[in-house]
């Protein structure tokens, strides 16, 4: 199950970061892949140390951890920080299934990948192609919005035959690694929200804001 959440950064916001990332120190992406993804892998990567990167990592983390329906969604206990791609001139991903695991540079600590995010920092109308395709679902968002996917399923990005697809990405280790249970978590959580914003009484509400953290408690690997 593939989940929009909208507006992760503004439009605004997004320009600024294609505008700095069109003078970064790009390189081959393939680089950075595992020796058989790098077989299907044709596109630009950043390197973590490319001084863009930085910044922009850190804007990308602030962002994402402000929204509270990436939160909802993701309940993420670990983030491998941001990266930044860039597809172009037929550039593509063919199919394939991201690393299970992931070490943050200059930590001990590893991170599962439960799930991937790409944050689009392109407009739609800016490039041909480029969809993110899983299980027969192409998602090509407007810039600024980010999709949260099962890092466990067969993906690829469609070849971009025109102008060029930015994006930021990265994987999630979520607090709840059942994805069932984190769905019918979400879904618990969105029906709450509904409630609150219709004025529902106030008891009954409690009530499920209770039984949302029991079940949280019950099934957190924290
Ligand atoms: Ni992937």
Redesign the pocket.
Known sequence: MMIEIAEVMSRDEARLCRERLAGAGWRDGRLSAGEV?ARVKSNDQLPDVDPVAADLTALVLERVGASPHFIAAALPLRIVPPRFNRYRGGGA?GP???NAVFAIPGQTEVVRSDL?ATLFLSEPDEYDGGELVLGGERVKLPAGHLILYP?GAV???EPVTRGERLAA?FWVQSMVRDAQQRAMLFELDETIQTLRAAGSDDAPVTRLIGLYHNLLRAWADV
């Open positions: 993804a991903y394939h299934i991201d991937s890092s993906h690829n990005v990405f």
